[in-house]
C-alpha cells in the first residue's frame, strides 16, 4: 500500500474522502472528487500510473471549490494519457484484482442538474411563439445562426424542431469523458456512464465520451441512457494522427441519437475494435441508419467480435443494429436479433463495405458479404428479460469463427487468472473457449461463451466420467461434429475418443467433493458382465459394417444392465429387442 501522496496511485472515495485528502489512501486521505484526481494525474512530474475510485456517483463538475457543482454543461472528465482510471472498489483494497466493478457500481453521471438559461427547472423555452426569438438567448444565438430569420422575423414550428437539435434542453452536461490526442494507455476500466447530452453546435456528439484524435482503452464499462446528435454512448472521430479505441467487454444500452450510432459512432479517419459486448435498445430519432453501431465516413472503419445486438431500433432508416454508410466494417462470431427495421444495412453506393463472418443474423442470414452465417433463434436464456446467455440447444455454441486470431488477448487478464496471452474472457469472465480442455477449441457466437460441465468427458453433467459417459459416446459412434464426444475433433467418435474418455476415468477435478464413481472393472462385476460381455459389445459398436438395428439391440441391454439391474438378478419382460445378446 502506498504511504506517501503521489506515489504511482491516487484513491478516491466520494464518501469517505475529504477534500483536505492527499489521495495516497483509502479512507480520509482520499480525494473525494475525481475531478481532481484526474486534475493531479495528469501532471507529468508526478508519475501517476492509476486511479482507483470507490463506489459511488461522480459529477464531471465537482471538485472541492465546487462541492454541489458549477452546473456548467461543458464539465468533462478527461482521460489522461498513461493513467488507468479504475472504478468497482469497496474503498479497502490492497489490490486492483481485488476489486468488483459488479457490486461495487461505481458511477460517472452526467446529471449535473443545470436548468437552460432562463428556462427555468424543467421548463421549455423554445416553443414556438411567433415572435422574434426564444426565451432562451444562447439558443436563440444557436438556431439563428443557421436561421436568421428565427431572430428577425418569428419563431415558429421550424425553429423550435432546430433547436431540439442544437440546444442543451435537459439539464446534462455535453460530454461525461472526453479522450482528445491520447493513446492506448490512457484507460478507462469498471465504470457506469450516464446521462451525457450532447445537443449544441459545438458540442453534438459522444454524450458518454467523446474520442477525438485518441486512441483509449475502454474496458467492463457501461454505457446506459447518454444522448448526443450522434453517438449518444461513444462518438471516435478521427483526423490528425492515429485513432483505434479498443473497448472491451462493455454494455451499450438505452442510449439515443439523432443521426448515427446512438450506441457507438466511427467517423474521420478513425478506427475501432469492440469485443464481448452488448448494444440493446439504441435508438436513432433521425433519418440516418445504425442505432447500434455505424461507421459514416469513407476512411473509417471498425471490427466487432462477439458482439451481441438486440433490440436497437432506427425509427425511420435502416440498420437497427448495424450499419455502413461509408468506410467499412467487419463482424465476426455476432448475434444480430429483433432490430428494428433490420439487422445489418450498407450504403453501397457510398463504396461502404460490411462483411459479417460466422454471425447469426436474423433474416439475413444469407447476408452476402461474408461466409458461414446462420438465421436462427439463437435461444436466449430470456430475451425479453435482457438475458443474452445461451441455452444448451442453441446452434449459436462452437460455431463462431473458428480462427484463434480473431479474438484479442486478454491483455488486462480479466479474469485474473495470470495469463495475459488467452483469449479475451466473455462477459461473464469465463474462458472465451467453453472447456480449456476442449481441443475444438470453437468459440460461441455472442458476448457469452456456453459454459458446460466442468470437464468435456462428463457427458451427463454428473461431475463424474463412468459408464453412462461410455454408453454415451458408444451412442454416438462414427461421423460427429466437432465437439464433445468428439473430444480430438477430427469428425469421428472413435477409437481415440474412448481412449480419451477411459484416461479421464472417475470424479472430474474441477468438481465439488463428492463419492468416486465405480471402476470400469466394477461396473463390470457389479453388472454380472464378463469382459468377453463387453468385448462383444464393443467389436459390434466398432464394426462399421454392423446394421444399426444390430448396435441399438446390444447398446439397449448394456445399459439396461448397468443402470436397470444386473443379468444375474434381473427376469421379466425388458424394453430391449430381443435375443439378448449377453445370455
Given amino acids: 500500500m502506498n504511504s506517501s501522496a503521489f506515489a504511482d496511485r491516487l484513491y478516491v472515495d466520494g464518501t469517505n474522502g475529504i477534500c483536505g485528502g492527499d489521495g495516497s489512501d483509502w479512507g480520509s486521505d482520499a480525494f473525494k472528487y475525481l475531478k481532481l484526481a484526474i486534475i493531479v494525474a495528469s501532471i507529468p512530474e508526478l508519475e501517476i500510473d492509476e486511479i482507483w475510485v470507490a463506489a459511488g456517483t461522480y459529477y464531471p463538475d465537482q471538485d472541492c471549490g465546487n462541492t454541489h457543482g458549477n452546473k456548467d454543461w461543458n464539465a468533462t472528465f478527461n482521460m489522461v494519457d498513461g ?91 455535453f460530454n461525461i469523458l472526453t479522450a482528445h490526442g491520447i493513446g492506448s494507455t490512457a484507460i478507462l476500466d469498471g465504470f457506469t456512464v450516464t446521462g451525457g447530452r450532447g445537443f449544441t453546435t459545438q458540442e453534438l456528439h459522444g454524450g458518454g465520451l467523446d474520442i477525438v484524435n485518441a486512441s483509449p482503452t475502454i474496458v467492463r464499462c457501461k454505457f446506459i441512457d447518454n444522448q448526443a446528435t450522434v453517438g449518444g454512448g461513444i462518438a471516435v472521430f478521427g483526423g490528425a494522427g492515429t485513432t483505434d479505441p479498443l473497448i472491451i467487454n462493455c454494455e451499450f444500452n438505452d442510449n439515443a441519437a439523432n443521426c448515427y450510432g446512438a450506441g457507438i459512432v466511427v467517423y474521420g479517419n478513425a478506427a475501432a475494435t469492440v469485443v464481448n459486448s452488448t448494444f440493446t435498445e439504441n435508438v436513432i430519432s433521425g433519418v440516418y441508419p445504425g442505432a447500434g453501431f455505424a461507421v459514416t465516413t469513407s476512411d473509417a472503419s471498425g471490427m466487432l467480435i462477439n458482439c451481441v445486438f438486440v433490440g436497437n431500433y432506427g425509427i425511420i ?16 462470431s455476432c448475434i444480430l436479433w429483433d432490430n428494428d427495421p433490420n439487422q445489418v444495412d450498407i450504403v453501397p453506393t457510398t463504396g461502404a463495405t460490411l462483411v459479417v463472418n460466422y454471425s447469426d443474423i436474423q433474416d439475413q442470414g444469407d447476408w452476402p ?57 466473455d462477459l461473464d469472465l469465463n474462458n472465451r473457449i467453453s472447456s480449456p480442455d476442449d481441443e475444438c477449441q470453437v468459440v460461441d457466437m455472442g458476448a457469452y461463451e456456453f459454459v458446460q460441465g466442468c470437464c468435456q468427458w462428463d457427458l451427463d453433467d454428473n461431475d463424474m466420467v463412468s459408464t453412462s459417459d461410455l454408453l454415451t459416446l458408444f ?84 445399459e439396461h444392465y448397468i443402470n436397470d439391474c444386473n443379468k444375474c438378478t434381473c427376469f421379466g419382460p425388458v424394453p430391449c429387442p430381443n435375443p439378448d445378446p449377453y445370455n
Fill in 83 to 173: 493513467v488507468a482510471i479504475l472504478g468497482g472498489f469497496e474503498g479497502m483494497e490492497e489490490f486492483a484484482e481485488d476489486r468488483d466493478p459488479v457490486t461495487n457500481v461505481t458511477i460517472l453521471s452526467g446529471n449535473i442538474g443545470a436548468p437552460a438559461s432562463g428556462c427555468g427547472e424543467g421548463g421549455d423555452c423554445h416553443l414556438p411563439n411567433n415572435t422574434p426569438g426564444c426565451d432562451n438567448s444562447v439558443c436563440c444565438d444557436f438556431v439563428c445562426d443557421i436561421d436568421p430569420e428565427c431572430c428577425t422575423i418569428a419563431w415558429d414550428i421550424d425553429c423550435y424542431i432546430q433547436a431540439e437539435s442544437l440546444c442543451n434542453t435537459f439539464d446534462n452536461s
Fill in 317 to 332: 432508416s435502416g440498420g437497427g443494429g448495424v450499419a455502413a454508410k461509408g468506410g467499412s466494417i467487419v463482424m465476426n
Fill in 369 to 425: 458479404y461474408g461466409v458461414y452465417n446462420i438465421d436462427v433463434d439463437p435461444l436466449f436464456v430470456d430475451l425479453a428479460g435482457g438475458d443474452y446467455h445461451l441455452q444448451p440447444a442453441s446452434l449459436c455454441i462452437d460455431t463462431g469463427n473458428p480462427d484463434d486470431d480473431i479474438i484479442t488477448d486478454d491483455f488486462f487478464d480479466l479474469d485474473n487468472d495470470g495469463s495475459t496471452s488467452e483469449p479475451t474472457p
Fill in 475 to 558: 451412442a454416438e459412434w462414427g461421423i460427429h461434429d466437432p465437439g464433445p464426444p468428439d473430444f480430438d475433433c477430427d469428425g469421428d467418435v472413435d477409437t481415440n475418443d474412448l481412449l480419451a474418455l477411459f484416461a479421464n476415468w472417475g470424479r472430474c477435478e474441477c468438481a465439488p467433493p463428492g463419492p468416486e464413481p465405480l471402476s470400469f472393472e466394477d461396473e463390470l462385476i457389479d453388472a454380472c458382465l464378463t469382459q468377453a460381455d463387453w468385448d462383444a459389445f464393443e467389436d459390434v459398436m466398432r464394426d462399421p459394417l454392423s446394421p444399426q438395428s444390430k448396435k441399438d439391440r446390444y447398446q439397449c441391454w448394456m
